[in-house]
């Protein structure tokens, strides 16, 4: 038999994990902990305080003389957190099968924590992204030293050699991007924030996707901005996500469409546009646009579907949200980045670097 999150041959179950800020609603980071609760969604953030706030609004109560088993019905689970840098905290779950016995249990008890098992798992996410993605740098170096024009080639063998270099480019970034999405479950996706302007991150964007745009006949265009204010953000992860908009309208553009990306502040965020003028996306793809495996299975492929799903881990992963939209002229895709305090706020006057 085989118990919910277990695998045949008995491995170890993954933890299922939700991301608690200090402020707002929680997170899942996955969908294993919603499996294991039993529970479609999250129970609302009114109602949710913490581990004992959260397994009570589940339906759970905490199993006599164990600080970190609770009940419900047919389900026990092992219920951890951990405490985060910025005040949030990882809140973790494993299953703990009916048919142990006590000496099972306490066994499961001291088993180590979810941060250690998260982490075991980010180590094994890195090898695998070494191994696969130093022999497809391998490949590409070499056939781009072929094309360097040293060597005479035949015009088919340069052909094969360009198409070569063009799917181990693609490759490269589609590994990435996995890996990535799946760091990003695990709650360990790197976002090294600093304080900067917005306007440089669009323009690399913008430059980045003109030379596809021009292919395909569609032009790119970085609308003017309004001042605003610098943002606390990793520059990649959010250039990332503002070209996967970019790439999802584009492969749907007509010639002759346009893109525009713009951006503007809205209260205490500032929100980013990416909006294709031309023919409306159909409502099938509005709603779905962001769920991955959804998209994948129907569209039997996972390039655009992982890299709009990794554009919306990197928007969240920053406090922020992701969106779409049509309407008579077009199609939006958009994200929202939170202002804190200071950044509203700016420097205090006198203040010196």
């Not at 204010?229 to 959010?238: F, H, K, L, S, T």
């Amino acid at each position: 038999m085989t118990w919910l999150g277990e695998t045949p041959g008995g491995n170890e179950a993954a933890p299922g994990l939700a991301l608690m800020p200090r402020q707002g609603t929680p997170r899942l980071l996955g969908p294993l902990l919603l499996d294991y609760l039993g529970l479609e969604a999250l129970p609302p953030a009114p109602g949710v305080s913490g581990i004992d706030g959260l397994m009570a609004a589940a339906g759970f109560r905490r199993k006599d003389g164990e600080r970190n088993l609770w009940e419900r019905e047919e389900r026990t689970l092992l219920v951890g957190e951990e405490s985060l840098e910025d005040g949030g905290r990882l809140v973790w779950a494993l299953p703990v099968p009916w048919s142990l016995g006590q000496a099972s249990v306490g066994q499961v008890s001291r088993a180590a924590p979810a941060s250690e098992r998260v982490a075991d798992r980010v180590r094994y996410l890195s090898l695998a992204s070494h191994d696969l993605r130093g022999s497809l740098a391998n490949i590409r170096s070499y056939a781009a030293l072929l094309l360097n024009g040293r060597i005479p080639l035949e015009p088919k063998a340069q052909r094969g050699l360009e198409t070569i270099l063009r799917n181990a480019d693609r490759a490269l970034s589609f590994a990435q991007d996995f890996f990535d999405s799946s760091r990003a479950d695990l709650g360990a996706l790197a976002c090294e924030r600093e304080r900067q302007a917005l306007l440089p991150i669009l323009d690399a964007a913008v430059e980045r996707m003109r030379a596809a745009a021009t292919a395909s006949n569609v032009e790119v265009v970085l609308d003017t901005l309004p001042e605003l204010p610098d943002v606390q953000v990793d520059a990649g992860r959010i250039q990332h996500a503002v070209e996967a908009f970019a790439h999802h309208l584009l492969s749907r553009a007509q010639p002759g469409e346009s893109l525009h990306v713009r951006a503007e502040r809205l209260g205490h965020q500032v929100r980013v546009e990416v909006r294709r003028e031309g023919a409306i996306h159909p409502e099938e793809d509005i709603t779905t646009v962001f769920q991955c495996e959804e998209r994948a299975f129907r569209e039997r492929k996972l390039e655009d579907p992982l890299r709009i799903f990794l554009a919306r881990q990197e928007v969240e992963a920053h406090g922020g949200q992701v969106g779409a939209q049509a309407d008579a002229g077009g199609t939006t895709l958009f994200l929202t980045l939170p202002l804190s305090l200071a950044e509203e706020l700016g420097h205090p006057a006198g203040w010196q670097a």
